[in-house]
């Protein structure tokens, strides 16, 4: 079956811009994740939903990140005046009920890179 | 706040050789283990998991991790290694109860030399 899928593959934008970076996760799960992973580190949680709704919002570093996911399903990172230092791979992960233990299901991210 | 610890942001194995990646993690109270499998231009695939039952958990492509509460650790293990191993590899923790976000180690660079 489809995995989860993240578009656009790769995004290059300039120092200012907005970007939305959007997310597929797989048919039936309830819960979605989006980490962030800068070159040579682990990735690091921004934000999970349960549902429409965003549980956990803890990892977004500042108010320029918003995310959304209005129909339970699809969801979409959304950056305002981008800066150098949010180049990274954007990575977006879903789960069947987001219960501590689930798998969660890695897409294959979005590399941004801010000019 | 829960981490984890990733001794060794670079590992070199011989093909056949024992693999060994190790991983040490911080928290209060027993969490949920994790390592995960990232290939060039993948997303990251899921190995193994631990979630509280048995301590030796086996996983996906022959590796395998015990959870050793007294030391605090979760290492990744192969007996023999192949080219195909080739990877970066990345322990993450969950609490077992409240957050559902993972924390990750910084990852480990696994190459296989022929």
């Known amino acids: 079956g489809a995995g989860v899928s993240q578009t656009p593959s790769n995004k290059v934008t300039e120092k200012g811009k907005y970007v939305e970076l959007r997310c597929d996760p797989i048919?039936?799960?309830?819960?979605l994740y989006w980490y962030r992973q800068s070159l040579g580190q682990g990735p690091e949680f921004l934000i999970y939903f349960q549902g429409t709704g965003a549980a956990d919002d803890s990892g977004l570093p500042n108010d320029r990140f918003f995310a959304v996911r209005p129909e339970g399903s699809v969801s979409t990172l959304k950056i305002q005046r981008t800066e150098r230092g949010d180049s990274a791979v954007y990575l977006c992960?879903?789960?069947?009920?987001?219960?501590?233990?689930?798998?969660?299901?890695f897409g294959p991210g979005t590399r941004l890179t801010v000019l | 706040a829960q981490s984890v610890t990733q001794l060794g942001s670079h590992v070199s194995v011989s093909e056949g050789a024992l693999v060994l990646l190790r991983c040490n993690y911080s928290?209060?109270?027993?969490?949920?283990l994790f390592w995960y499998v990232q290939y060039p231009n993948q997303g990251l695939q899921l190995l193994l998991k631990?979630?509280?039952?048995?301590?030796l958990v086996k996983g996906i492509n022959g590796f395998e991790a015990e959870f050793k509460k007294s030391e605090t650790s979760f290492h990744l293990t192969k007996p023999s290694a192949h080219m195909s191993d080739a990877a970066e590899y990345f322990c993450a923790v969950s609490e077992v109860q409240g957050a559902q976000k993972l924390v990750f180690g910084q990852g480990t660079r696994l190459t296989i030399n022929p």
């Open positions: 928290s209060s109270v027993p969490p949920y």
């Open positions: 631990y979630t509280s039952a048995a301590t």
């Open positions: 992960a879903s789960s069947f009920g987001g219960a501590t233990g689930d798998e969660q299901f």
């Open positions: 048919s039936g799960h309830t819960a």
